[in-house]
């Protein structure tokens, strides 16, 4: 990690700026906390016996299931009272966990702080991050599955079925029966994706039905004239 800036402070369990931020030490003072913010303890670990008290944005925070955390990072320092911090690398250094690897919140941040009957803060639950960085990845599968036709299995298709055109006949087989024979398992897919409103689909198959039922007709067109009776 970067060095720390010039003539700050880097005793471990303090803030860069001088401030204990061990909760031994602070347990019984006043912390002011912003509305949408929690106290949370952090593990240093240069201080295995202790936690370091920080107030994070609950938005980015798990929920008792372990999920709905917010990718990235919202905190303020406890001990100087320096705010905004908006990366944890940022936030790790400013309060000394002076880490060797990647600062990651799901790894440092470990406990609720919570006041006892006698006003003492004390160490709560365990921060469950169990599944909470799987929501940004969740919400873009969501978003992307939106747009994904799936098939009922009412319909007996699957979807390379419904799209695979119609094997080529035998030779001397008359094209028109091969794609007469096609056309309604197609239509009863277009039927049950629509939920029995006449679909495009629908309607193209009967086009074409009707056009297939006439072969002078498809000769006439595939001529390059145009396709009118």
């Known amino acids: 990690m970067k060095p720390p800036p010039e003539g700050c402070c880097t005793t471990d369990g303090f803030c860069q700026a001088g401030k204990d931020l061990r909760l031994v030490s602070i347990s019984n003072e006043h912390i002011e906390v912003p509305s949408g913010f929690l106290l949370v303890g952090a593990k240093s670990p240069n201080l295995p016996d202790h936690l370091l008290v920080c107030a994070v944005d609950k938005r980015f925070l798990p929920d008792d299931n372990g999920r709905n955390a917010l990718l990235g990072f919202s905190g303020n320092c406890v001990g100087c009272g320096k705010k905004g911090f908006c990366y944890f690398t940022e936030f790790s250094n400013h309060i000394n966990l002076k880490l060797t690897t990647q600062p990651k919140k799901q790894k440092h941040l470990k406990y609720y702080l919570v006041r006892n009957a006698q006003g003492a803060l004390t160490k709560g639950s365990v921060i469950c991050w169990k599944g909470a960085e799987l929501r940004g990845r969740q919400?873009?599968?969501?978003?992307?599955?939106?747009?994904?036709?799936?098939?009922?299995?009412?319909?007996?298709?699957?979807?390379?079925?419904?799209?695979?055109?119609?094997?080529?006949?035998?030779?001397?087989?008359?094209?028109?029966?091969?794609?007469?024979?096609?056309?309604?398992?197609?239509?009863?897919?277009?039927?049950?994706?629509?939920?029995?409103?006449?679909?495009?689909?629908?309607?193209?198959?009967?086009?074409?039905?009707?056009a297939l039922t006439r072969p002078s007709v498809l000769e006439f067109n595939c001529n390059g004239l145009p396709g009118k009776l």
Not at 150 to 160: D, N, Q, R, T
Not at 185 to 193: L, R
Not at 196 to 208: D, F, W, Y
């Open 139 to 210: 919400s873009l599968s969501s978003t992307c599955s939106g747009t994904v036709c799936h098939l009922p299995e009412s319909a007996g298709l699957s979807g390379s079925t419904a799209t695979e055109p119609p094997p080529n006949p035998p030779p001397g087989t008359p094209q028109t029966a091969t794609a007469i024979d096609h056309i309604p398992s197609t239509a009863a897919f277009s039927s049950a994706a629509y939920n029995g409103k006449e679909s495009p689909k629908q309607q193209l198959v009967k086009n074409n039905l009707s």
